[in-house]
């Protein structure tokens, strides 16, 4: 799957999808307040909608980065496309 479609899934729930040279990628979602979402309901959000897009991943990392006022805090989940 190439990195628009894996862009596309994942639409509306990441902020910015970033690839890396071991062939993973990282989702990311910045927030000011969490309101009940944790790192690894974002993980799961991203991982439902990948499923949708027919993706098969196998999650390899979920970060919680806070960072106090006015640096940026995020979520972040890092995904490998497994090939079937």
């Known amino acids: 799957m190439d990195k628009n479609a894996l ?11 970033v690839f890396h040279k071991d062939g ?13 979402t944790t790192s690894e309901s974002f993980s799961l959000a991203c991982q439902a909608a990948l499923r949708k897009a027919g993706v098969a991943i196998e999650q ?8 106090p006022w006015p640096r940026d805090s995020y979520f972040a989940a890092t995904f490998k496309v497994v090939q079937s």
């Open 60 to 67: 390899t990392a979920v970060q919680d980065r806070w960072a």
């Open 7 to 17: 862009r596309e899934a994942l639409a509306g729930i990441a902020d910015r999808v």
């Open 24 to 36: 993973t990628f990282t989702a990311r979602r910045d927030y000011f307040y969490r309101h009940g």
